[in-house]
């Protein structure tokens, strides 16, 4: 080994190196392996960035997990080579940090530049060869990223603990700048904000070995990425896209733009807008005047449109009584209203049109609420409801408010919150809908003052339905739950179909008068009741209308339809719903959820999830039909994703083996031991942060807020950690069973209380939030710093420098399927399942430790 | 004084009442000259009706009548079979129409083996013309009856107003895209100057036809070819209380074909009924799902210059 570094000193330290051989490991090596692991996070998340405002944010996750792959490849090659590598360390170092800069900006304008449309790949084969082409563009990239960790972690093996310290803390703070940079830099440029952490990574690096050469290189590199940034298309936004539609309206016309960690947020004005949330068929029958041109539209990462409702005048104000969220209204005169999200502002605007006392609206998305409240234009055109006084705006999530502060009212309204428009043909991510869970429902519930009125309306333009079927059993769980089982008067559902469905829940159930008023105003509106106190329904046809769904899909041996068309099932949604309801409300929830297609389970705050109802178990079902749900791509994505990082995993894992196996492997012990051990904490690591990411959204109330938060805090915490664990080397046989015991106790905790503690943390301000969340991840997050870089750290003292190199692409390959993994068994199983999956994994590392530690063949026990 | 006021009064009264009865005189006239306007037209049922039985007899019969190409008759033909036999076409009246109805003249294409295809075909300027199992069943759907006052949302190809034009002489359209709209008003107008009187009876204009036609309104019948999220308000008004329309209500490329129907109810309140006129046809024993069709967006339309497709290098920026 010496002499192998010797020779790399030769190449690339002549006037003394960041890295000098031997000795200390210096502090401008530190900061370059910082500033470079930070931008492959960055550009992870750039590329996120791109999918999701280009095309949808799934493809996103799928490219990127599949690309980072690039690091098992890496690590693969350098375990097999790894003599070249240490001969050539210089050369290639060198080369892999120029590489890495302008590949990135490369790798996505080729990659924006094929044109791939997803919407298309089911039937357009042309669209899978350009998939496979945005796996080549974006994986290139990693390619000398992870070259140059690889390199720079066989240099520093023998201090892993504190490479990778600069490694972990490194990239938290470099994905907390990134999210910060959103803020500055336009959507189109945001490639470059990984580019800018490699060129000051590089400039730190060739500055301190005195390279002033391959500095100027590195600067005319950066110049030629800024070139491309801007002379070609950095994000394809797909035609299908809502804003697509937008900007080709011949009016259309950009009135606002706000970019920052909270998506790229656009406001179109054109006379094309038609929007109808759930409008009754009757408004223009019987109004005075329909207003025209009255929306204006809104884009968040070109999803939309949310209609955005101006000004009306007297004339056409009566619009807002045929709005499905006015039917509480109908009962409660001059009422205290609980707005739960503000979203385009119509029910804000309905209540005060409405005759509302009082109107409490909670807004989580602080983009939202500049635009709506603060921006000069959009105030104007709107009519600035939020500055009336009888408004109280909550700037942060409608759903902490209420759990938090238990204050009553009179009206609660959740309309078609977390949602655009039009459903997406691309499909929905898998997204926690905390707003709808029935810990959240109930919170609701038990915040309306008596006589008060729960109202929650929900697009219904799912045929067969897949969403409101969800909505229905939570909703009837959470009134169960409030008033033991007991609910038949308590409940008014309506819909229409292909619309809206709108759900009303009396805490002290509708009075005889009370229903007539609400059948009429229903009546008046053409909207079709679904449930109401007293009504009948004919269920007896009900195992042939589950049937006749089911067969929809797959096929029923031996079932008979008869021949004349009058005589079979009736099909409509409306039976369908009004049987599901029928079941629900007598406490058969099993029955629905068994016979019914699609999963029926309600959400809960440990499973929040609309996505994902086909039934696991019958996906193969629907592989040849995907066409027909592909709302549920986002979902069938991961698994495709799973199933492929699994393999490649696998196969990289193997291919040193085999390759190796006369030379190196046969004759190292504990092997197996080994590869469980790294393949535990590649899982083990990656779904107690993504999990949590999920998990503190509760109390972080927004997704972004709770990545950044999570992805800072566990690698800053472990960052110490690992730091810390250089102390224990010598007594890692001690120490480490306990810091594995340690990890579990902690995640098996967390996995059983951290509802209760988010739960309460969430009402709190917001900094003391994030402080809180910080101390709550801070104890296994630091111990779960130990593992990785002691075992690293202690191969590479036993001499096992190819096991050294092997284990971080095992572990690194695994990242990538665990990350996967976690939405899947958050959806099949809750978040909690995940959680404690991790404290299992971490057991299970436990004995496989020790493998790690059996000295090679013929040495002498460490 | 009183005398004079009172006469004054009973002047004014008398001289309301005759403008009244002037006025309504007048309304009469107007709109009795306006049904004379309207029916004014073309009799379509004075066409002579095709054999329907054979394909022997349906195919000379055009080829001598009209001229039209044998080989697409007889492509038109097949198409026709497959079609009353998924019941897309029941009534003699459609199926009359349905073998009228020359598709290649609107789907600029002339190719047999295109013309007649199950699918849709695309026709420039983003659209399509609709399959023509999906044109039967819409137009089956709304029962056209002669002297109905139809309106249709996307002109497009012209294909389906030329079925509507064999069903009654009052047929309505609107096509938002102008170059395409002027390009199918100019087959209609060489169609109707050559042997196709009953193309002169479609009344055409360019506009967004989300607001439907109001000078024409109400209508019996409106057929929208565009997809869209929602039911138009301004086309529900235009349609007369007993009307029916048909619409495809949903995402772009799987939308549920909905009929509405407007409809007075005992209480004497309109209220508007939705069907899904496929919702009873998948109980098939080997399972098909409730048929999804799919129609481009309801406000298809670029604005002059960006429609075209430039390189890839030079598209659009999102900043």
């Known amino acids: ?862 | 004084m009183t005398t004079t006021l009172v006469s004054a009064a009973i002047r004014d009264k008398r001289a309301i009442h005759v403008i009244r009865v002037g006025a309504v005189a007048l309304g009469v006239l107007a709109a009795s000259g306006q049904v004379w306007a309207e029916s004014r037209g073309f009799d379509p049922r004075t066409i002579p009706t095709p054999p329907m039985d054979s394909a022997e007899k349906f195919i000379p019969f055009m080829q001598k009548w009209r001229g039209d190409d044998p080989r697409l008759l007889a492509r038109r033909w097949g198409r026709f079979q497959a079609m009353v036999k998924n019941n897309d076409l029941r009534r003699p009246k459609e199926k009359r129409a349905f073998l009228l109805a020359p598709r290649e003249e609107f789907a600029r294409t002339r190719d047999p083996a295109r013309v007649y295809a199950h699918d849709w075909l695309g026709i420039g300027y983003g659209v399509t013309i609709s399959g023509p199992h999906i044109v039967g069943r819409m137009t089956t759907e709304i029962d056209v009856k002669p002297g109905d006052k139809v309106l249709e949302i996307g002109t497009g190809s012209g294909y389906q107003s030329s079925i509507l034009s064999y069903l009654t002489d009052k047929v309505y359209t609107i096509e938002i895209i102008p170059p395409l709209a002027k390009k199918t008003n100019a087959i209609y107008n060489r169609l109707a100057k050559a042997k196709f009187k009953e193309y002169g009876n479609i009344k055409r204009k360019s506009a967004d036809g989300y607001y439907g036609w109001p000078e024409h309104a109400p209508f019996d019948k409106i057929i929208v070819t565009a997809g869209i999220d929602h039911l138009p308000q301004p086309l529900l008004k235009q349609l007369a209380v007993g009307g029916t329309m048909v619409i495809p209500v949903g995402p772009p490329g799987a939308q549920s074909l909905l009929k509405i129907t407007k409809v007075k109810s005992a209480s004497g309140k309109i209220r508007i009924k939705r069907h899904d006129i496929y919702a009873a046809d998948p109980s098939r024993a080997g399972g098909r799902r409730k048929k999804k069709v799919s129609f481009v967006a309801f406000t298809k339309y670029t604005k002059p210059g960006s429609g075209k497709t430039v390189s890839r290098w030079g598209r659009r920026k999102t900043n």
């Open chain 1, 1 to 862: 080994m010496g002499g192998s570094v010797a020779g790399a000193r030769a190449v690339t330290s002549p006037r003394g190196h960041a890295m000098p051989e031997g000795g200390r490991l210096s502090v401008p090596f530190f900061l370059t392996v910082g500033l470079i692991a930070g931008a492959i996070i960055a550009y992870q998340i750039a590329i996120m960035r791109v999918f999701s405002i280009g095309t949808w944010a799934h493809f996103g996750s799928f490219v990127v997990s599949i690309a980072m792959l690039g690091f098992g490849v890496m690590s693969a090659v350098m375990c097999i080579g790894t003599g070249i590598f240490q001969r050539r360390w210089g050369l290639l170092i060198s080369a892999a940090l120029l590489a890495f800069g302008p590949l990135m900006v490369l790798g996505n304008t080729f990659a924006q530049a094929i044109g791939f449309n997803p919407i298309a790949l089911a039937s357009d084969p042309e669209q899978k060869y350009k998939l496979f082409y945005l796996f080549v563009f974006y994986f290139v990239p990693f390619l000398p990223g992870a070259l140059f960790l690889g390199l720079v972690f066989l240099r520093g093996q023998t201090q892993f603990n504190k490479v990778y310290f600069a490694d972990l803390v490194g990239s938290g703070l470099c994905g907390l700048a990134f999210l910060a940079a959103t803020y500055l830099v336009a959507p189109s440029w945001i490639i470059m904000i990984p580019v800018a952490m490699w060129l000051a990574g590089t400039l730190i690096w060739f500055g301190a070995a005195r390279q002033f050469l391959l500095a100027g290189l590195a600067i005319l590199l950066a110049a030629g990425a800024i070139f491309v940034t801007s002379s070609y298309v950095q994000i394809d936004v797909n035609q299908f896209k809502g804003v697509s539609y937008a900007q080709k309206f011949p009016d259309s016309k950009r009135i606002y733009r706000d970019y920052g960690p909270f998506g790229f947020l656009e406001i179109f004005a054109s006379s094309y807008f038609h929007f109808a949330p759930g409008l009754s068929d009757n408004a223009a029958l019987n109004l005075e005047e329909m207003p025209k041109n009255a929306y204006l539209g809104l884009y968040i990462d070109s999803d939309g449109p949310i209609g955005l409702i101006k000004e009306l005048t007297k004339n056409q104000s009566a619009y807002f009584e045929y709005l499905p969220m006015s039917l509480p209204y109908a009962l409660k005169k001059a009422p205290e209203v609980f707005v739960v999200q503000l979203g385009g502002g119509i029910s804000t605007k309905v209540a005060l049109q409405l005759g509302a006392k009082r109107v409490v609206v909670a807004e989580g998305n602080p983009a939202m609420l500049r635009a709506l409240r603060d921006a000069p234009n959009i105030r104007r055109l709107t009519g600035d409801p939020l500055h009336d006084k009888r408004v109280t705006v909550i700037p942060y999530d409608g759903r902490l408010y209420v759990r938090g502060q238990r204050g009553r009212f009179d009206v609660i309204d959740l309309s078609l919150a977390d949602s655009t428009g039009l459903s997406h043909p691309g499909g929905f991510t898998i997204r926690e809908k905390y707003n709808y869970s029935i810990e959240t429902l109930r919170a609701y519930m038990q915040a309306l003052k008596p006589g008060g009125i729960l109202s929650i309306t929900l697009w219904n333009k799912e045929d067969p339905p897949k969403s409101v079927p969800k909505l229905f059993a939570t909703v009837l769980k959470a009134a169960a739950a409030e008033h033991g089982g007991k609910i038949e008067d308590k409940l008014f559902i309506t819909h229409v179909y292909l619309s809206t469905v709108t759900v009303l829940y009396k805490r002290d159930g509708f009075s005889a008068t009370e229903l007539a008023t609400m059948k009429e105003a229903n009546e008046d509106l053409s909207f079709v009741p679904l449930y109401y106190p007293g009504m009948k329904v004919d269920a007896s046809g009900a195992d042939k209308v589950f049937e006749g769904y089911r067969a929809s899909y797959i096929d029923i041996p031996g079932r008979k339809v008869a021949k004349d068309r009058t005589k079979r099932p009736n099909l409509s949604a409306t039976n369908l719903y009004r049987i599901m309801l029928h079941h629900m409300i007598a406490g058969r929830f099993d029955l629905v959820r068994e016979k019914y297609v699609f999963d029926t389970r309600p959400l809960t705050d440990d499973r929040p999830y609309f996505a994902a109802y086909i039934k696991v178990h019958e996906i193969p079902k629907f592989l040849n039909q995907l066409d027909s749900v592909s709302d549920e791509w986002g979902y069938l994505l991961l698994w495709a994703t799973l199933i492929i990082a699994g393999i490649f995993a696998a196969v990289l894992m193997m291919v040193p083996v085999i390759w190796g196996w006369r030379t190196i492997f046969s004759r190292q012990r504990g092997k197996v031991g080994t590869i469980f051990y790294f393949l535990c904490l590649g899982v083990g690591y990656i779904i107690v942060e993504v999990g949590l990411i999920s998990k503190f959204t509760l109390a972080l109330g927004n997704p972004t807020i709770s990545a950044s938060v999570l992805i800072t805090g566990m690698l800053l915490f472990s960052g110490l950690g690992s730091l810390y664990a250089g102390r224990y080397i010598e007594r890692c046989r001690t120490v480490m069973p306990r810091v594995f015991i340690g990890i579990a106790i902690l995640l098996a905790a967390g996995a059983m209380f951290y509802d209760l503690a988010l739960d309460a943390i969430g009402t709190w301000p917001y900094w003391t939030r994030i402080g809180a969340c910080l101390l709550l991840l801070a104890p296994p997050a630091f111990l779960m710093g130990f593992p990785f870089p002691t075992a690293m750290t202690m191969l590479a003292r036993l001499g096992k420098e190819r096991f050294f190199i092997w284990a971080w692409g095992i572990n690194g390959s695994f990242s990538v399927v665990g990350a996967v993994s976690v939405p899947l068994v958050a959806v099949l199983f809750g978040q909690s399942t995940v959680i404690l999956a991790a404290a299992a994994l971490y057991l299970i590392a436990l004995p496989a430790f020790f493998s790690v530690l059996c000295p090679p063949e013929g040495a002498a026990a460490a």
